[in-house]
């Protein structure tokens, strides 16, 4: 009987900025200086409305909440990648990536409030709503995906999932079928090394979630997540490719949570405080703008500037929010099914007689 190796398999990992903002000149993708510019913007909206969001959330104005700060990279510069008629797919901590992709500000608040109107935005159309529970958008993002290949459209979809959301029989299903069927998705997992209290060496025996992709044998690989351009790079390549033909890729982006999971719990009760501190010095803000200040673009007399638009759109949407009355209070039940169901109705009618 012949013994012999009959696949070999390796995985990648890509870094274009390294710690200190210092480029590699060989893989930078030497985008457009405005392309560059609308990345730290995004980036740094949506750092200063987790901010924001989270005095909100202390003070009583919006329920729990995830915060996303340290993981701006990872969103925001993959979703800055995408064309107009991509679908962006996510989970729920993707605050950069969903301001990329042009939602509104008081959206967010509107969600974390607890308003379903949240969820859908004129402005950024294809744009499915947050999902909670963990890897159900997986299948959803293949589905959009198998029916735009059947329909001949030339687009494709960026699906977001968390490290444990890997772990999920959906995730994995979502991924079987879209490699089978070649489905133009692109999967991109935000690694922060925890899921809630759960570190990744006590969730999966994987070295990398990378890999993963090696078992369904579509193209996978790891970047710095919290390096904009490696972001960037790996995900308008893999949506390239998507919208060619070629079927999906998984990215693994090796990025951070620097604050708690959500609103609800102290990391300090279950992560090493020492870890945090190293994970600071790759925030992906400020060696983003290192990397702007190298190529002459950016000084810090522009930081005052953008700060005080960014505060002034941040103000304008909690106004906004303040004053917000044009709500449905029933609205979740609206989006149940896509039929009336008797028994749903029945608890709609006893819900609005509750909360009147
Ligand atoms: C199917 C399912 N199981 C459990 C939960 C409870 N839960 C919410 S977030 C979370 C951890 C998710 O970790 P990860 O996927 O790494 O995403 P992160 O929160 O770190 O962004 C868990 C277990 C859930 N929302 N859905
Ligand atoms: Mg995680």
């Not at 294809?126 to 963990?134: E, N, Q, W």
């Not at 953008?306 to 917000?324: F, P, Q």
Request: proline share 4%.
């Amino acid at each position: 009987m012949p013994s012999k190796v009959i696949a070999r398999f390796s995985v990648s990992y890509q870094q274009i900025l390294d710690e200190k903002g210092g480029v590699d000149e060989k893989l930078d993708p030497k985008l457009p200086d405005d392309k560059l510019l609308e990345i730290y913007r995004v980036m740094l909206t949506g750092r200063r409305l987790d901010e924001r969001l989270l005095k909100m959330q202390r003070s009583g104005r919006v329920g729990t909440l995830p915060v996303s700060v340290g993981q701006e990279a990872a969103s925001g510069a993959a979703a800055l990648a995408m064309e107009d008629d991509d679908w962006f797919v996510g989970s729920y901590r993707e605050v950069a990536g969903r301001i990329a992709r042009g939602e509104e500000l008081y959206k967010s608040m509107l969600i974390y409030g607890g308003f379903e109107e949240g969820n859908i935005s004129d402005n950024a159309p294809r744009m499915l709503p947050l999902s909670i529970i963990l890897a159900s958008q997986i299948p959803h993002a293949v589905g959009l995906a198998y029916a735009a290949k059947m329909r001949g459209e030339k687009t494709a979809v960026l699906a977001f999932s968390g490290d444990g959301a890997t772990s999920e029989g959906d995730w994995h299903e979502g991924i079987n079928f879209a490699a089978t069927w070649k489905a133009p998705v692109v999967f991109l997992v935000q690694n922060n090394h925890w899921a809630i209290s759960t570190p990744l060496h006590k969730q999966m025996n994987n070295r990398t979630i990378a890999q993963r992709g090696v078992a369904y044998d579509i193209p996978c690989l790891q970047v710095d997540g919290n390096d904009a351009l490696a972001v960037y790079k790996a995900t308008k390549e893999a949506l390239d490719r998507a919208r060619n033909g070629e079927g999906p890729t998984l990215i693994e982006a090796l990025t951070y949570r620097m604050l708690m999971h959500t609103t609800a719990d102290d990391p300090k009760k279950y992560r090493p405080e020492q870890e945090t501190e190293e994970w600071k010095k790759r925030d992906p803000l400020t060696r983003f703008r290192a990397y702007l200040v190298n190529k002459r673009i950016w000084d810090g007399d522009r930081d005052g500037e953008l700060e005080e638009t960014v505060k002034s759109e941040i103000d304008a949407a909690i106004e906004y929010y303040r004053n917000y009355a044009d709500y449905k209070l029933d609205q979740p039940f609206d989006h149940q099914f896509g039929t009336i169901v008797e028994t749903l109705e029945e608890q709609r009618a006893e819900y609005l007689k509750y909360a009147r």
